[in-house]
């Protein structure tokens, strides 16, 4: 509580200052403001490394740690960041040499993407690597003498050389056509093809690698599962001998099962050992701690259910016990780290509208909430210090330190000082009420940038989506709460039923409920804006959301049509059999509904927005990207469909290039001016 004040007390003052100069966040302002990422520090807990994006390119910066102290620290006080490096092509993925004298890193400035290294005491970085493949993500021994790298390749090939030999034949083929015998056909973004993602390993010395060995030869899936897994997924043991990785064995029930597990190969190669076979849910993120004595993950137990409760597991690989820890705590694990000698882990968890950081001991599994203001990552332990990044719904991302026992907040970073000199934001704050079954539910408000009390002022009600899911207290280039601020809105967003950090019977409550409960929260929500702040006109506003709020959109239109002037839809789902038809993932749709879309029980129907549209009368403009295989287009096009057909004022916008998410800086400013004049088009400022 007194980190949050001091925290809360600091963004007070500085927005008092602000707030007499006319400059609000834009969609410009928001894409170029730096971007921290990319962070690391020394084991000896002395020198931070991060990346720093700007609108002019992409950079390491290095900044000495100053000492401890049990008091809050502003920005200030902290050394001055020098920067490191100064190549036109970005660097990521950093990480520390052994001896802290310099540091590894991703980068393509010599034609593909490659291991660099780089001396923190002067000189020009040197590459690693020259592989005839993009390195997609890659793992140091901690003697850094082994490295773990991944590569797409075909199964088929026993080299590199051979990978990008066959990628010339295929250019080479006159006819144009994909072919599948089972599911997955494609994912997220992209149609599958031969290819599938396999761990090397090499040995790095003082000459340049220019080949590695596949020790996942027989694998025939990805490894780790792209587009969302990447080397969180790897570990190597301590004494450099094996690989640790979360996979799917490749089987017909890919499409619908969530059964990931943790495999081990020793690092020269060989048959992989399946280490949780006895758990047919989600098994995920492996990482040993530094003595070698444990291995930590992530675990799940409901199979088929990509929501369940991630429960961390110990095991001690000196006994072969694997135990549950903490496994009364209501809360699902995200990022976790060791802290020094294995007797914590450092653990980030949704939490009541934030994301926060917990110290979980490792022999009793007792849970410490070490930070709790806004969403925590980035998270590095060295002895009596935790150095994490924050943002939150009124400040874009800096990194931070804190004392072991919670004391001496430091913060290290303020990498948008001058952009944010003469910016005024909205007003935050949380709040709570009686939502369906009497239950509380919490929420969050957002001031317009430049409040005056005696105005009243237009709505804004964004719904997240997941469903599992919370906009909670954070910083995004998407959905930038702000940003409706700025425009004048105030800003209402609900954590109903089914959002996440709020206990996991919470979580699965919106499971087969999609249309009931979460409506409820979002009506009696509304209605306790409505009487406790008479600034809000709540009467005159657009309700927005994306995914599952899209889909909200709909169920909106045809279930609440008279409670907004407009809607914003944003690849939401329009008619759920053919959802389920068409989606990849096909475990979310089944779990959501009770199984497939022909399963007699089924809620495909029972809770279908196109079921509905004889009540849709609310004007709706509907935004799609045509890569979007999560939710497919054509969710959007019937959707519009429906709404050219009735005479209902609405309008598609299509991005070709964007997947579900709209990613293209430019496309994002399209976007928000798209739906900043559709809702100013309805609403009365």
Wanted: contains cysteine; aromatic residues 12%.
């Amino acid at each position: 509580m007194i980190i949050k004040t001091r925290i809360a007390t600091l963004v007070a003052s500085l927005s008092a200052a602000f707030a007499t100069q006319a400059e609000v966040l834009s969609v410009e302002k928001l894409n170029n403001l730096n971007k921290v990422h990319s962070v690391a520090v020394s084991s000896d807990g002395r020198t931070l490394v991060y990346g720093l994006k700007t609108p002019q390119g992409s950079d390491l910066y290095v900044q000495a740690l100053s000492a401890q102290t049990t008091e809050f620290a502003p920005a200030q006080s902290q050394p001055k960041a020098t920067r490191l490096t100064f190549d036109k092509k970005a660097e990521s993925d950093v990480t520390f040499a052994a001896h802290n004298k310099g540091v590894y890193f991703l980068s393509s400035r010599s034609g593909s993407q490659q291991l660099w290294y780089l001396p923190l005491e002067g000189g020009e970085a040197r590459p690693v690597t020259d592989f005839p493949l993009d390195i997609e993500g890659y793992r140091l021994s901690a003697d850094n003498t082994s490295l773990v790298v991944s590569f797409d390749v075909y199964p088929s090939c026993d080299s590199l050389a051979c990978t990008v030999e066959k990628d010339k034949q295929q250019q080479a083929v006159k006819y144009n056509a994909q072919v599948y015998d089972d599911l997955m056909v494609r994912h997220w973004d992209h149609w599958n093809d031969e290819k599938v993602r396999h761990l090397f390993s090499a040995t790095i010395t003082s000459e340049l690698v220019t080949d590695a060995k596949d020790i996942t030869p027989n694998w025939q899936t990805d490894v780790p599962a792209k587009p969302f897994s990447g080397m969180e997924e790897v570990a190597i043991s301590p004494d450099g001998q094996k690989v640790v990785f979360s996979a799917k064995v490749k089987a017909k029930d890919n499409a619908w099962s969530t059964n990931f597990d943790l495999f081990e190969v020793s690092i020269d190669g060989g048959e992989a050992r399946n280490l949780t076979a006895d758990n047919t849910a989600w098994d995920s993120s492996p990482l040993f701690s530094e003595d070698g004595r444990y291995l930590a993950y992530k675990a799940m137990s409901k199979p088929g259910f990509e929501s369940d409760k991630f429960t961390l597991q110990l095991r001690d690989l000196r006994t072969g016990e694997t135990k549950s820890l903490a496994q009364q705590w209501d809360r699902s694990v995200g990022s976790f780290t060791f802290g020094a000698g294995g007797r914590a882990i450092y653990a980030t968890a949704k939490d009541v509208g934030q994301t926060s950081l917990f110290e979980i001991s490792t022999a009793f599994g007792d849970v410490r909430s070490l930070f709790s203001d806004g969403y925590v990552g980035d998270v590095h332990v060295n002895g009596q210090q935790v150095v994490f990044s924050r943002h939150a719904l009124n400040s874009p991302k800096d990194l931070y330190r804190i004392n072991r026992d919670g004391a001496g907040l430091s913060q290290l970073t303020a990498v948008n000082s001058e952009n944010l000199a003469s910016m005024a934001f909205g007003d935050v704050e949380q709040f709570n009420f009686a939502g369906a079954n009497d239950e509380t539910v919490y929420g969050y408000l957002v001031k317009p940038a430049q409040f005056d009390p005696k105005k009243k002022y237009p709505l804004a009600f964004l719904v997240h989506g997941g469903p599992q899911g919370s906009f909670g207290n954070m910083f995004h280039s998407r959905w930038n709460a702000q940003l409706w601020a700025a425009q004048g809105y105030g800003v209402v967003m609900i954590d109903f039923h089914g959002s996440v950090g709020y206990g996991q019977e919470f979580t699965n409550s919106i499971s087969r409920d999609w249309g009931g409960k979460p409506l409820q929260d979002l009506q009696k929500g509304l209605a306790h804006v409505q009487r406790n702040y008479k600034w809000l006109d709540t009467e005159n506003g657009c309700a927005l959301g994306a995914s599952y709020g899209g889909y909200m959109m709909n169920w909106i239109a045809g279930n609440w049509p008279t409670g907004f002037k407009c809607l914003v839809n944003h690849a939401g789902l329009f008619d759920m059999p053919s959802f389920h038809q068409s989606t990849e993932e096909l475990w979310f749709a089944e779990h959501e509904m009770g199984g497939p879309f022909w399963a007699k029980d089924a809620d495909y129907n029972k809770f279908n927005p196109s079921d509905f549209v004889e009540n849709w009368q609310t004007p709706m403009l509907v935004t799609q990207g045509l890569k979007d295989y999560r939710v497919p287009y054509a969710q959007s096009l019937g959707a519009f469909t429906t709404l050219q057909r009735k005479g209902i004022d609405s309008r598609l916008v299509v991005y070709p290039d964007e997947n579900h998410w709209i990613r293209n800086a430019d496309n994002l400013k399209h976007w928000y001016e798209q739906v900043f004049t559709w809702m100013a088009k309805h609403t009365k400022q």
